[in-house]
T-cell receptor, first 114, second 115 residues
Framework: AQSVSQHNHHVILSEAASLELGCNYS??????LFWYVQYPGQHLQLLLK??????LVKGIKGFEAEFIKSKFSFNLRKPSVQWSDTAEYFC????????????FGGGTRVLVKP | NAGVTQTPKFQVLKTGQSMTLQCAQD?????MYWYRQDPGMGLRLIYY???????DKGEVPNGYNVSRLNKREFSLRLESAAPSQTSVYFC??????????????FGPGTRLLVL
């Protein structure tokens, strides 16, 4: 079945460490890619998105993601995390092949230790 | 602007009871969505409404019904709750009628426990 996979379910790291969260999808054709974040006790909110153009996308709070079409991946990165980055991160894909509905990965819980 | 609001925040039901989750948005968005979030499974689409007056099934519609009451409001009903429906439910809205480049805006969620 077509899906969105986030391979890390939980990540624990210290402040100032670098973060990379993997996201792979299995849809062919045109895709639109998103990362959403859910901070403790808050709504899901958009972190960044890719539709076309430069495959390296910059989002809020110093996050960026790179779309690699050949690898069906859209990994999220941040060079130096802060305690306030503790959250759950969701990759999501909107694909024409999936009826243009948003499909979410399972999420990755990130805990940043102060 | 309140954005997307959901009521109630938390609910406990007994198996077989019914309830309606309410969602409203004040952003004049055309499309609205209901998701459920279960550990390790991300968010799964239950139903959506591309525009006022239309509703369509998502990935996991069984056991649920929806009503797009007007442009602002989209409710989710459980007619006979089952323990498998214990979950966190999120409502979302977007400006475009299910356009692929839309950003969805989420409500705070409703935690539902079915005993």
């Amino acid at each position: 079945a077509q899906s969105v996979s986030q391979h890390n379910h939980h990540v624990i790291l210290s402040e100032a460490a670098s973060l990379e969260l993997g996201c792979n999808y299995s849809y062919g054709g045109t895709v639109n890619l998103f990362w959403y974040v859910q901070y403790p006790g808050q709504h899901l909110q958009l972190l960044l998105k890719y539709f076309s153009g430069d495959p390296l996308v910059k989002g809020i709070k110093g996050f960026e993601a790179e779309f690699i079409k050949s690898k069906f991946s859209f990994n999220l990165r941040k060079p130096s995390v802060q305690w306030s980055d503790t959250a759950e991160y969701f990759c999501a894909v909107n694909a024409k092949a999936a009826g243009n509905k948003l499909t979410f990965g399972g999420g990755t819980r990130v805990l940043v230790k102060p | 602007n309140a954005g997307v609001t959901q009521t109630p925040k938390f609910q406990v039901l007994k198996t077989g009871q019914s309830m309606t989750l309410q969602c409203a948005q004040d952003m004049n968005h055309n499309s609205m969505y209901w998701y459920r979030q279960d550990p390790g499974m991300g968010l799964r689409l239950i139903y959506y409404s591309a525009s006022e007056g239309t509703t369509d099934k998502g990935e996991v519609p069984n056991g649920y019904n929806v009503s797009r009451l007007n442009k602002r409001e989209f409710s989710l009903r459980l007619e006979s709750a089952a323990p498998s429906q214990t979950s966190v439910y999120f409502c979302a809205s977007s400006e475009a009628p299910s356009g692929p480049q839309e950003t969805q805006y989420f409500g705070p969620g409703t935690r539902l426990l079915v005993l």
